[in-house]
C-alpha cells in the first residue's frame, strides 16, 4: 500500500432485498443555544445495513448523530428506533436500548488499560424481536478484530497513538452490543493502515447483522462499506440514495462533496 492512500476496490453491493427499518428520522431539527444547525433531516437505516452521512465540514454531520443520541437540543415528528419514538430519552436511555455512539474526538479513559477500557463498555447480550440473538461481542472477539490491541491490552489507553486509540474507541462501544452503531468521522486522521482496519471493522459488524450509520468526509473509504449515502449541507438533505450513484454523480460531488 502506497503510505498516505489506501486502493479503492470495489464498491459494496446496494441491498435488494427489503429489510426492516431500524432506525427512521423525519423532520429533524437541531440547535446549538439559538442557532438552529438541522433543518428538516429525513433519514432512515435499515437492519444490517450501512449508511454514510456526506457533506463537507461544517454540513451537520456530527449534529446529526448528536441529535439522534439526544445530546444536543432538538425536535423531530419521527424519531424511532426498532419501531418505537424515542425522541423524548436521553443519551444513556438510547445507549440502553441499543445505539451505541464512537464521537470523533475518541473519548478513551487515559489513566485505565486497554482491557480496563473495554470491561467498562460490556452490557448484557441482546436478541432481535424474532428471538433471534444479536452480535454478542466480548474482549477476545475485539482483540482479533482489531488485532494491533492484543498486545496492548494492559497499556495505559492514555499511551497509545490517535489510531490505536480510534480502535480502542469502536471496540468499547461494541461491548455494548449495540444493535446499531453512529460512527463519526472514522478515517479521519489516521494512517492508511488503521483506515484499512476500519473498511474490515464495519464489513465484519455488516455480517453479524448490526447496522452502521456512518458519518465521513472520504468518498473512497464511503464506497467501500456504505450500502447507501445521505449528503447534507448547511443541515439540510440535498440527496439520498446509493453510494454508489452518488460517487458516479460528478455533478452532485462537485457541488457539495468538493472543496
Not at 474526538?105 to 424474532?130: A, K, M
Not at 461491548?175 to 489516521?190: A, I, K, Q, Y
Request: net charge positive; no cysteine; charged share 25%.
Amino acid at each position: 500500500m502506497t503510505p498516505g492512500r489506501f486502493e479503492l476496490g470495489p464498491p459494496v453491493s446496494v441491498a435488494v432485498q427489503p429489510a426492516a427499518t431500524l432506525l427512521e428520522v423525519k423532520g429533524l431539527d437541531a440547535w446549538y443555544g439559538a442557532a438552529q444547525v438541522l433543518r428538516g433531516v429525513d433519514l432512515q437505516v435499515a437492519r444490517g445495513e450501512v449508511v454514510a452521512l456526506m457533506g463537507r465540514n461544517g454540513a451537520g454531520k456530527s449534529t446529526t448523530m448528536k441529535s439522534i443520541m439526544g445530546m444536543v437540543k432538538r425536535k423531530a415528528d419521527v424519531l424511532t428506533f426498532r419501531g418505537t419514538a424515542v425522541a423524548g430519552l436521553r443519551p444513556y436511555e438510547m445507549a440502553r436500548r441499543g445505539i451505541g455512539y464512537v464521537p470523533e474526538d475518541r473519548r478513551v479513559f487515559t489513566d485505565l488499560t486497554v482491557d480496563e477500557n473495554l470491561s467498562l463498555g460490556r452490557l448484557p447480550p441482546r436478541s432481535w424481536p424474532d428471538g433471534r440473538a444479536a452480535a454478542n461481542w466480548n474482549k477476545e472477539d475485539l482483540y482479533a478484530l482489531f488485532a494491533p490491541l492484543a498486545p496492548l491490552r494492559r497499556r495505559q489507553a492514555g499511551t497509545l497513538s490517535g489510531g490505536e486509540q480510534q480502535m480502542l474507541t469502536v471496540a468499547r462501544t461494541l461491548m455494548g452490543n449495540p444493535f446499531l452503531l453512529l460512527l463519526d468521522e472514522p478515517s479521519e486522521g489516521v494512517a492508511p493502515v488503521v483506515v484499512e482496519q476500519m473498511v474490515g471493522m464495519i464489513h465484519a459488524l455488516r455480517e453479524k447483522g448490526t447496522s452502521i450509520l456512518l458519518s465521513e468526509q472520504n468518498l473512497p473509504f464511503a464506497r467501500l462499506v456504505a450500502d447507501r449515502a445521505y449528503v447534507l449541507e448547511k443541515g439540510v438533505v440535498r440527496y439520498g440514495g446509493s453510494m454508489e450513484s452518488l460517487y458516479t454523480d460528478e455533478t452532485l460531488k462537485r457541488k457539495y462533496l468538493t472543496l
